[in-house]
């Protein structure tokens, strides 16, 4: 069955520091994708990258990567240089490509200490 | 480009009552989504249709939980009666060919 977790509640980091959000997922599907959401204390959904399981290499986007460790079903997101804004939900979500259906993880509450 | 777009942004109601959430997806998303957000915790997809079909409504409660896409554009999300455990954010999303899914400002309902 698809399922995704994230099993940090929440963590502290200091500014400027990286910081290691985990994932792991299962899924019966040979073909899906792994995304990563913030959500800010607004509300909002803000895509942050992507990552399909034939991708050969790891995503990148800016100052996020995505760490695909496809044989331990893990997709941890990295946030290198972490800024006050950054503090937020994280959402770690999966996409079975067979369906087409998108589940969410729990989330991750960052807070990035000045 | 414009968004998803979703109305109301807030409802209070009373329990047993009913509500309906519209949502209109972006121009030729033929994919769109409805999640339940309860505070604190991760969406919680109900319901996915594709243009107007339904793929996929397995943690809807049909009891109470209806939703349409009657033109493969727009839907409706309802709920009759409301349960106080129903307050919660409804998120609409939509995707198009890419893999990216577009989300709603959602709507924040508050059953008292």
């Known amino acids: 069955a698809q399922k995704i977790t994230q099993t940090q509640p929440g963590m502290f980091v200091q500014e400027k520091e990286a910081v290691t959000l985990d994932c792991t997922y299962d899924?019966?599907?040979?073909?899906?994708?792994l995304f990563w959401y913030k959500q800010p204390s607004s509300g909002e959904m803000i895509f942050l990258i992507y990552q399909g399981s034939y991708d050969q290499q790891n995503a990148t986007e800016g100052r996020y990567s995505l760490n695909f460790q496809k044989a331990r079903k893990s997709a941890n997101l990295v946030i290198s240089a972490s800024q006050l804004g950054d503090s937020a939900m994280y959402f770690c979500?999966?996409?079975?490509?067979?369906?087409?259906?998108?589940?969410f993880g729990k989330g991750t509450r960052l807070h990035i200490l000045p | 480009e414009a968004g998803v777009a979703q109305s109301p942004r807030y409802k209070i109601i009373e329990k047993r009552q009913s509500v309906a959430f519209w949502c209109n997806p972006i121009?030729?998303?033929?994919?769109l989504y409805w999640y339940q957000q309860i505070l604190g915790q991760g969406p919680k997809l109900l319901i996915q249709?594709?243009?107007?079909?339904?793929?996929?409504d397995s943690q809807l409660p049909k009891d109470r939980f209806s939703a349409e896409r009657l033109k493969g554009v727009d839907s409706t999300l309802k709920i009759q009666p409301a349960k106080l455990e129903d307050s919660a954010v409804y998120l609409c999303?939509?995707?198009?060919?890419?893999?990216?899914?577009?989300f709603g400002s959602g709507t924040q309902l508050s059953v008292l």
């Open positions: 999303a939509s995707r198009g060919g890419n893999e990216k899914l577009f």
């Open positions: 121009s030729g998303h033929a994919t």
């Open positions: 899924t019966s599907d040979p073909s899906y994708g």
């Open positions: 249709f594709q243009n107007n079909g339904v793929v996929d």
């Open positions: 979500a999966m996409r079975e490509l067979g369906n087409d259906k998108i589940i």
